[in-house]
């Protein structure tokens, strides 16, 4: 494609270039149709160095004209051969944790908390799997690992963040970040379970409009905990009155449409379903338990380093070992 848009340019100009060249080349008095003979035969020296100076001046004209395009051509080209797996985000390296922020307690306390509504989308992707979402993650067991191990490098960097002279207030901080960490870590858990079930048994349509409403459900709790004011939830407010886990069980048990051996199953994901709610509101209560930005703003009244804005998106340096745990 670079060499086409290049030659068709190059065809439109062709008599104008020609003309050029062959001005060019008379400033030195070399005539690509003037015959010299040897032995005899008449030979065209000049043609050789008409056709190296031509296809050079063209490399050259051919790259001035395509260089404005080398980013749209490496946006296309990069996409050659390339899966929608590929661009399914890798939880598992984070992505705002820096080695450099651990002595900072303003600017890594930020980081921490990005990182924090980072696990949790990496959770919420859950939801996705078990729906089929274009764009989701194949393999549950997978992302399962990559939300793991962002959980353990959160609660490693956490960890370090227990400094000398921190107040009461400040050491409380802390601990409730590492305890939201720990259960956003069950949430995923929970969450994992659900998608490895939904993924695994085969179920019929009435089973299915069943546990569609239990998911939705569970989407609409994962709203409240996601996104703050302002932001753009999974799900609008008010989408949709999703009857309770309770009355869900109940209508999957007296349906005639629903197979005993779905019954069974159905009835356990709506278990772990009711149990993933129970961890929403238990991540929404340790939030509420300290009051972070009160705590923030005493330390930065005290002369320390204000919060950084936009914490480092690097993670942890290439080559460098996570924290110990």
């Known amino acids: 494609a670079f060499n086409f848009i290049g030659v068709s340019v190059v065809l439109a100009l062709f008599f104008p270039a020609i003309w050029l060249l062959k001005t060019t080349l008379g400033f030195w008095g070399i005539d690509p149709g003037a015959a010299v ?35 749209v051509f490496d946006q296309v080209l ?31 306390l930020p980081a921490v908390e990005q990182e924090a509504h980072r696990q949790l989308q990496a959770g919420a992707v859950f939801l996705d799997i078990a729906r089929g979402k274009p764009g989701a ?36 901080l802390v601990a409730s970040l590492i ?37 939705e459900r569970l989407d609409q709790g994962m709203n409240t905990v996601l996104f703050v004011d302002g932001a753009q939830p999974r799900m609008p407010a008010g989408h949709s009155v999703v009857p309770g886990v309770e009355e869900l069980r109940w209508k999957a048990l007296q349906s005639r449409d629903v197979a005993a051996g779905e019954k069974g199953a159905l009835v356990a994901l ?16 340790e939030r509420a338990s300290v009051d972070r930005s ?30 110990p745990a």
């Open 78 to 108: 990069s996409r050659v051969g390339r899966s929608s797996e590929e661009d399914v985000e890798d939880y598992s390296i984070p992505r705002y944790l820096d080695r450099k922020l651990i002595d900072d307690f303003n600017a890594a």
């Open 37 to 71: 003979m040897i032995n005899g035969s008449a030979t065209y020296p000049g043609v050789p160095i008409v056709i190296g100076v031509f296809s050079i001046a063209f490399n050259i004209f051919n790259v001035l004209i395509l260089f404005p395009f080398v980013n």
């Open 137 to 172: 993650p194949k393999d549950p067991v997978e992302h399962h690992a990559a939300t793991d191990q962002l959980g353990r490098e959160i609660r490693s960097f956490s960890a370090h963040l227990f400094q000398d002279g921190l107040s009461k207030d400040q050491l409380d």
């Open 294 to 323: 009160a705590i923030m703003r005493q330390r930065a009244a005290a002369g320390e380093t204000p919060p950084a804005q936009t914490p480092s998106s690097t993670g942890f340096a290439p080559g460098e070992a996570p924290l």
């Open 270 to 285: 709506l278990g772990s379903i009711e149990r993933a709610e129970g961890l929403i509101e238990r991540l929404r209560a």
């Open 179 to 215: 305890e939201e960490v720990d259960f956003t870590s069950a949430l995923s858990e929970s969450l994992y379970q659900i998608a490895r079930r939904v993924k695994r048994e085969p179920f019929s349509d009435a089973a299915r409009d069943v546990l569609a409403l239990g998911l």
